[in-house]
Nanobody
């Protein structure tokens, strides 16, 4: 099982980034997906989740209306489009997979994790 996140970088406030997470080794279409982030010295926090079909999404209040989660099961790839980035979005971003229909918001409920990609937003 592999999840590999990429697309992070150093950007200025207000910029956009699109994170991708390629997966292999498990049937992605049967898994709900979550994106989490962890800033230095802070706990990992929920960012967004999407159902296995892509028909339902859920966002943390801090990113709602700025971030968009999506997935392409045919390409075994997940995405997180981030617009209007702020310095407080600076963190390492992780993709994670949880078997079934429920879109969890707690990291403990996700079975498979990617290695993370770093996003730094300068003011």
């Amino acid at each position: 099982v592999q999840l590999q996140a990429c697309g992070g970088g150093l950007v200025q406030t207000g910029a956009s980034l699109r994170l991708s997470c390629t997966t292999s080794g498990f049937p992605l279409e049967h898994y709900a997906i979550g994106w989490f982030r962890q800033a230095p010295g802070k706990e990992r926090e929920f960012v967004a989740s999407i159902s296995w079909s892509g028909g339902n999404t859920f966002y943390a209040d801090s990113v709602k209306d700025r971030f968009t989660i999506s997935r392409d099961n045919g390409k075994s790839t997940l995405y997180l489009q981030m617009n209007g980035l702020k310095p407080e979005d600076t963190a390492v971003y992780f993709c994670a997979a949880s078997w079934g229909m429920i879109m969890y918001t707690e990291a403990v409920d996700y079975k498979y994790w990617g290695q993370g990609t770093e996003v730094t937003v300068s003011s």
